[in-house]
């Protein structure tokens, strides 16, 4: 079933623009396609190198081109709960490789930060910019050039972007993303932002807050929110990175290790040593990022992604923009309610039918291309399915429902929670931003208040807590771009200016950083655009003019006479603190290059 008329009409506006990229990066994955088993090519001495650590029969096995050898690029470290139980998977994915006639090898591992450690602290100034590392790192790792397929092992905020830029790099090789998959539930995301509250108003101590977050970020797995880390599960399943129902089974679980060792077999299979030869460059086209834009919109995925996503696709030659996003959000229905879109978190949403029911959901509507590539095969419509452990210990896939287990969790394409998608981008006289209007009330979708001015998150936090944020307003946090200071995530103010609102001040959010997926309840216009440091307009606002934001008409103005307002010299910052401490001196280069937020922030292209 071909998609929507709307979405193909977008979806050949973005093969058209994309040609001069997307047909050179073809060339050279067919021209890399075209050398055969890449480890034919090394000498004695580099193989001998690359499979010391082998046994005889592995080594026997490599020194031919017969036998698939898969590489294994791992993100474990055990700061991220997420990541900590990748620490076992690559025994478990040799055995599988084993059991496959094959052999796997750990081909190299990449950086992982926690933006939860790091959140309102100065090692946040390098996450995002650890994105490109990642992908440089696996790149480091991949150029061994043994391998002729690779699993990816990464789930958080900037890794799973970082590694599909590395795959599609690599696009010659076939690519399946391994998850491990969400924590159990602890206590709900709305109580322990509530406890936040009662904490930054004095009304609880240091003890209640942090039984409270413990009891929320309690044991391995993906945090039960729906942020960046799992709107990055949502998206390889639904760009067909993933095995068809792999995003959201709890680690740990035996279903969890049959879908690690079934992917770790099913990449094997797809080598062009087989017969389903499916190298990741020419899996994924236009349609699948398109795809992708889609189950963001449907899901109200992470504002992060209007700049990862970007950056993915452009690795592969495509060239996605907020102007593509924006328009795919006004055809897309909000079909998910999971915090901070709503109460429920990742295990309700799978228990109530998940990504299987999603993807069918929006098959039977249009919304997505079926005829796409993915690892399991051809068409989208093989990950209408839900997951279960069969008899034998492997994995078998039922029919995903035809009506949702829970309404107020999944919703159908006949009944939305909203008609639109939960990103909007916006555009005025301070340039382009993008707005998370699945998680505001519409009541909030449009605001007109006076501006105070910050040129840091702790100047604000400090405003509040000497009383000073009186009536209603818009923070405008500026020099936050990646340029400024690496575009650090603002979360932590999602407490203050929630606490405000709560109290029945309008308030709203307008910066050139960026927020959390978690983020959510207050409006916030992020990823402004030209950011304050490159001399965008956001540099000229002063205390007290009046600023619209208007996410309904996708607008966002400074309502001062535009002659006297573009006459003002623009503010200046010192952002000397920035560049040193925290590893933040080892990034000069980075904030030096980045391209700006539209373009996906990104230090890899031009
Ligand atoms: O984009 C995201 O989803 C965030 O980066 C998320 O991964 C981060 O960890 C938040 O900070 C968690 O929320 P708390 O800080 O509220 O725990
Ligand atoms: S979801 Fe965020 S807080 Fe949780 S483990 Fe991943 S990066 Fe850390």
């Known amino acids: 079933m071909s998609a929507d008329a709307r979405i193909e009409a977008i979806t050949a506006r973005i093969v058209e623009r994309s040609k001069p990229f997307r047909e050179p990066y073809l060339d050279r994955v067919r021209a890399a396609v075209s050398k055969g088993v890449h480890r034919s090519v090394l000498g004695c001495g580099n193989l001998a190198h690359g499979f010391a650590v082998c046994s005889p029969a ?18 474990y470290n055990d700061m991220l709960s997420a990541h900590q139980p990748f620490e076992t998977y690559p ?11 094959g052999v796997a090898q750990v081909a190299g591992g990449v950086p992982a930060m926690c933006d939860g450690v790091t959140q309102g602290q100065p090692g946040m100034e390098l996450s995002l910019f650890s994105r490109d590392l990642i992908a440089m790192a696996a790149g480091v790792g991949l150029s061994h050039n043994m391998f002729d397929a690779i ?26 993303f391994i998850p491990a998959g969400p924590m159990t539930s602890g206590l709900p995301n709305d109580e322990k932002a509530r406890v936040r509250q009662l904490f930054a108003e004095g009304k609880v101590g240091r003890d209640e807050l942090l039984d409270a977050e413990s009891k929320s970020y309690h044991g391995p797995g993906t945090c039960t929110f729906y942020g960046t880390a799992n709107s990055n599960q949502m998206l390889m399943e639904i760009m067909g990175f993933h095995m068809p129902g792999a995003s959201f089974v709890n680690p ?30 020419e899996m994924i086209d236009e349609r699948s990022i398109v795809n992708g834009v889609v189950g963001l919109h449907a899901t109200g995925g992470s504002t992060n992604h209007t700049m990862h996503l970007i950056a993915m696709a452009r690795a592969a030659g495509i060239v996605l923009t907020w102007q593509d996003i924006s328009e795919l959000s ?9 915090y901070p879109n709503g109460l429920a978190d990742v295990n309700h949403f799978h228990a109530a039918g998940g990504m299987g029911f999603l993807i069918k959901e929006l098959l039977k509507a249009g919304y997505l291309h079926d005829d796409v590539r993915t690892v399991y095969g051809q068409g989208l419509n093989a ?8 008899g034998d210990g492997n994995v078998r896939r039922e029919p995903a429902p035809h009506v949702s287990h829970d309404p107020k969790v999944l919703a159908s394409t006949e009944h939305p929670f909203q008609h639109t998608g939960g990103l909007k981008m916006l555009s005025g006289n301070l340039g382009k931003a993008v707005i998370k209007t699945s998680a505001v009330k519409p009541e909030r979708h449009v605001i007109e208040a006076p501006a105070k001015v910050f040129h840091d998150q702790a100047e604000l936090n400090a405003a509040f807590k000497a009383g000073e944020l009186k009536g209603d307003f818009i923070a405008v946090v500026r020099f936050q771009g990646p340029k400024a200071n690496g575009m650090p995530e603002l979360h932590k103010l999602t407490t203050v200016l929630g606490i405000l609102q709560d109290r029945g001040q309008t308030v709203a959010l307008l910066t050139d950083g960026r927020m959390s997926g978690a983020s959510g309840k207050v409006p916030a216009a992020i990823h402004v ?10 540099a000229r606002i002063r205390d007290g003019d009046l600023i619209r934001l208007d996410a309904v008409k996708g607008t966002i103005d400074v309502l001062e006479d535009a002659a006297a307002f573009a006459a003002r010299p623009p503010a200046t910052a010192d952002l000397s603190a920035n560049e040193f401490g925290m590893g933040r001196e080892l990034f000069a280069s980075f904030r030096a290059i980045a391209g700006p937020a539209d373009q996906g922030a990104s230090v890899l292209f031009a």
């Open 58 to 75: 592995e080594k026997t096995a490599l020194a031919g081109d017969r036998v698939p050898n898969l590489g294994i690029i791992t993100s």
């Open 91 to 101: 025994a478990l994915i040799r055995q599988a490789a084993h059991e496959a006639g």
């Open 529 to 538: 655009t030209p950011e304050a440091i490159d001399g965008g307009p956001i």
């Open 252 to 281: 740990g679980t035996p279903l969890r290790d049959a879908l690690t060792k079934e992917a770790s077999k099913r990449a094997l299979a797809i080598t062009a040593q087989g017969n389903e030869f499916t190298p990741a460059g």
């Open 383 to 390: 990950y209408t399915i839900e997951p279960r452990l069969g």
């Open 151 to 176: 699993v990816y092992l990464g789930v958080c905020d900037k890794i799973v972007p970082g590694l599909t830029i590395a795959a599609l790099t690599f696009g010659h090789l076939p690519a399946v």
């Open 330 to 338: 006004d055809i897309v229905p909000l079909l998910a309610r999971v």
